[in-house]
């Protein structure tokens, strides 16, 4: 059996994009201490899991991952095994405890330990770094890419807000936010090395706030996008009961920011807004998108929904039936409740939704979207477009795959155009998740 090289690492990344871009900074991290990526699995040396914890079975897929490194690390013994992110940090001890073929646990606040731990590892030394650190934003630490025309770039760590539902608050802590300056910086560089789109993230950029000018996020996003202005923006995620006037002007008056806002709501009744203490109601997100609608008629609304959430009612169930109906959506994320042990709403409210009975309110939600969505991509068919090329479609390399500002995925014939290219793209046809057309300039 081929040995494992102990220099050479191996990162399972689970879960969203701040975990996505949190694998590019320990990969920086790693590499600072000579060890470097494995081209596979099987020649690592080093494995870690980059955990999520936002859902049961985002938990579970763990759970059956580290039962199969349980077997290799029988079979190798120098292999070392880490698990990091949101599952060792929101289950602490216990989790530790009960994995003890697992070498090391680090919560997303300790990265930059993860070279001593790996040392500590091979000298048999097993150990748990869960500490929460509220200035921690990785500040001098360059993420190694792993794309080449579309980045993530976090803005802010952790949130301050505490969803009844939500595990992040436990697992990322309190809310911190990336200086304007680097933003604007690291922005720069990414469009030096040639990236065409950058996504600023933050569980909720809304309450971002620049501490040494004292800029909210609507100033950062004015100011990377006056800064950069070859650079398409993006940014993610906000929350209902922040997101500003202000904001929406700045992204109606910049052309490089996307016309796309990712807005959950979670739920069209008002009775369970207040229950997932969301603070905000059904008619005040409403009167927010029509806001957003007054001054960006084009704009592209995207949100979450929870399905079955704690005492929910069949009449609360159509209350978010009807509240898709009226804004219309582009896409939406869309899940049946699920408990998350330690939340508010674990503590607090009875999961008395059956299971089988969220299962058919989440189909009637899925097929709903569907619907609108396709009705809104078909709005498409016969317009020309502006599409980011970002790779080669699966399918075809004669074809381009992308996305319009408004975030809609694009399959198109792609004529002399490669990825990385903006390309007008006249759309032929649609579904309810893609575009299809051909690049005509
Ligand atoms: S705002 Fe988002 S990340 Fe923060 S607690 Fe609520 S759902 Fe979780």
Redesign the pocket.
Known sequence: MADRNPTLFFIHTFGCQMNQADTEIVSSVLGASGYEPAPDEDSAGIILLNSCAVRENAVDRIGNFLQQLKGRKRKHRSLVVGVIGCVPQFEKQPFFDAHPWVDFVAGPDNYRSLPSMIANARQGARQSRLEYDHQETYAGIDPVRTGKISAFLPVMRG?????A?????VT?GRERSVPLQRVVDETRELADSGFREVTLLG??VNSYLDAVRGLDFAGLLEAVSRAVPGMRIRFT?S?PKDISEELVRVIAGMPNICRHIHL?V?SGSTRILQLM??GHSREAYLRKIDMIRTIMPDAALTT?LISGFCTETDEEHRETLSLMDEVRFDSSFMFYYSVRPGTWADRNLPDDVPEGLKKARLQEVIERQQAISLERYLEDVGRTVEVLAESESRRASSRLMGRTGTNRAVVFERGGFNPGDLVRVRITDATSATLAGEAVG
């Open positions: 949130c301050n807000n505490s969803c539902f939500c595990v992040v608050p990322r569980q909720n995620t929350h959950p979670q203490r969301r979450d």
